[in-house]
């Protein structure tokens, strides 16, 4: 029987257990961890059971559009006014925010990494936070960071949140346990977790690892959502019922803690003697939730032709200019490649988007060596890429049977702002410096001859 000081109690589950969730994306949720613990009937009762306090979470403007407007009721142990004290400035100094024009001597170009060494002493998963790169400008709320994280301790008495926008969590080695307000999520490489701006929110490892390693997209813009289908119709890439959001639970702790908050690109900290994570009951749509992967249902050629990336959208946050994306997920997952008479791989080509690229699993078609997992790279707008000089060889040389890319998970964070080197990114130890050199052997063909020179 655990004491008080270091009871977790509520829906959910301790190590080993199956936690629960509600599906859909977007909807209109309620739970309760404690029977009768949701008001019914009105949001803000004068007395709530048990001796809680109502509390409104709001993610957009009061009067936003009701499609586009955010909320959840919370019913708490406290008020979040005493989940903070007197604030004392803190220090991330890998962790940076947009707008960040770092000073190093990298030149332009495309890059690619290796995966993060692993930490050299114990760190936690705020700690292991690596920002690669930054674009558009936080206080205006525009804009987005690519980070990478690796660790190998736990968030036990530390808590966060994240002000200036919301966090996308991407695991690639190791399963992580992400305790929120609003309840918990146990997320394991090929899933991923949103954690809405503002939002408290611990992490802490599950299973045995050396390392807990992955990637974190910061959005600072207007939040995620599925891309519209267009003539893809109702049905196919991510389908809202697989998204999970998770049931009400709390952690009743009464020992000294501390909550880190992230505003306007500084970090702070604040100590309290309990645990911020003490929302029994909850109604609304602003909640996190994660996402599988594998449950992508991909489009794709059946004739010939390569169609357009933007058919693999996971999810998608809005610039406010029409077909203009602040940022895009996309992610290519195992799928049946069937075009005849085609280039099946992705093409040559320029962008004014700028991609950020990480490889959870396997290999990625388009380039099989030097693209590892936990690896990244950087194509940002208008610097040319596409497949490397070995997989154009294999592609226009290849039976065009029905061939299944099996056993590959690779994401892109895809925003329409040029991104900014960080000087850690710039300085990294698996930067490869030969990235570069995979195009060198694509050689001139061109001989006058319709035929050309395929010798």
């Known amino acids: 029987m655990l004491d008080k000081a270091q009871k977790q109690t509520g829906a959910g589950s301790t190590a080993g257990q199956m936690l629960d969730y509600m599906p859909g994306f977007g909807n209109d949720f309620e739970t309760e961890s404690l029977p009768g613990a949701l008001p019914q009937g009105q949001n803000s009762p004068q007395k709530c059971a048990y001796g809680l306090y109502a509390e409104q979470l709001s993610g957009s403007p009061f009067t936003a559009p009701r499609g586009t407007n955010e909320r959840s009721w919370l019913y708490r142990i406290r008020p979040s006014v005493r989940h903070t004290g007197r604030f004392q400035k803190i220090d991330y100094p890998h962790w940076k925010t947009a707008p960040h024009v770092a000073d190093h001597s990298l030149a332009l170009g495309q890059l690619r990494w290796g995966p993060l060494p692993e930490p050299s002493e114990n760190l936690n998963f705020l700690e292991g936070i690596r920002t690669m790169t930054t674009a558009g400008d936080a206080l205006t709320q525009g804009g987005?960071?690519?980070?990478?994280?690796?660790?190998?301790?736990?968030?036990?008495?530390?808590?966060?949140f994240n002000a200036d926008g919301e966090l996308v969590i991407v695991p690639e080695c190791g399963?992580?346990?992400?305790?929120?307000?609003?309840?918990?999520?146990?997320?394991?490489?090929?899933?991923?977790?949103?954690?809405?701006?503002?939002?408290?929110?611990?992490?802490?490892?599950?299973?045995?690892?050396?390392?807990?390693?992955?990637?974190?997209?910061?959005?600072?813009?207007?939040?995620?959502?599925?891309?519209?289908?267009?003539?893809?119709?109702?049905?196919?890439?991510?389908?809202?019922?697989?998204?999970?959001?998770?049931?009400?639970?709390?952690e009743e702790k009464e020992t000294p803690c501390r909550v880190h908050v992230k505003w306007c690109g500084q970090f702070h900290v604040t100590e309290i003697g309990h645990s911020p994570l003490d929302v029994v009951a909850w109604h609304g749509n602003y909640a996190p939730y994660k996402y599988d992967l594998r449950t992508f249902s991909p489009v794709g050629a059946i004739l010939f032709d390569h169609p357009d990336p933007s058919i693999f959208t996971v999810l998608t946050a809005p610039s406010g200019e029409e077909g203009t994306a602040n940022i895009d997920f996309v992610i290519f997952p195992p799928r049946w490649l069937v075009a005849e008479h085609s280039f099946r791989p992705p093409w040559y080509h320029r962008n004014i988007m700028s991609e950020f690229m990480g490889l959870i699993y396997g290999r990625y078609d388009a380039k099989e060596e030097g693209f590892v997992p936990g690896g990244m790279s950087l194509h940002n707008m208008m610097l040319a890429h596409g497949p490397d000089a070995t997989g154009y060889e294999k592609a226009t040389n290849s039976e065009l049977k029905p061939v299944k890319l099996d056993h590959t998970m690779a994401f892109m964070f895809e925003t329409r702002f040029p991104q900014q080197l960080t000087r850690f990114a710039a300085e990294l130890e698996t930067l490869q410096d030969n990235y570069i050199d995979c195009w060198t052997d694509l050689k001139k063909r061109f001989n006058g001859t319709p035929e050309g020179d395929w010798s």
């Open 144 to 160: 987005m960071a690519a980070h990478a994280y690796a660790f190998n301790a736990d968030m036990v008495d530390d808590y966060f």
């Open 175 to 250: 399963a992580i346990q992400v305790f929120t307000e609003l309840g918990k999520m146990d997320v394991e490489p090929s899933e991923i977790c949103l954690v809405p701006r503002g939002t408290m929110f611990k992490v802490t490892r599950l299973g045995e690892e050396k390392v807990w390693r992955g990637y974190l997209c910061e959005n600072y813009g207007a939040k995620f959502t599925l891309p519209d289908r267009g003539p893809i119709g109702a049905n196919c890439l991510a389908n809202p019922r697989d998204f999970k959001t998770p049931v009400a639970a709390y």
